[in-house]
């Protein structure tokens, strides 16, 4: 397991989510406001790519 940790694009939260090791995309929701999001894993590793959902 790794963990994800991502900036919401909306609120600007920081939020962690758990993932299996070998996962390179998942969708979060922000703990804060709700809002879905699409993670994508860079080669900063711990800190992901996040793209709010409509
Ligand atoms: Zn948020």
Not at 7 to 13: E, F, H, L, S, Y
Not at 16 to 33: P, Q, Y
């Amino acid at each position: 397991m790794k963990t994800a940790e991502w900036t919401c694009a909306k609120c600007g939260a920081t939020n962690r989510k758990l993932v299996t090791s070998d996962t390179i995309d998942t969708v979060d929701k922000c703990v804060t406001c709700k809002t879905k999001h699409r993670l994508e894993e860079t080669n900063r590793q711990l800190r992901w790519d996040s793209t709010a959902k409509p």
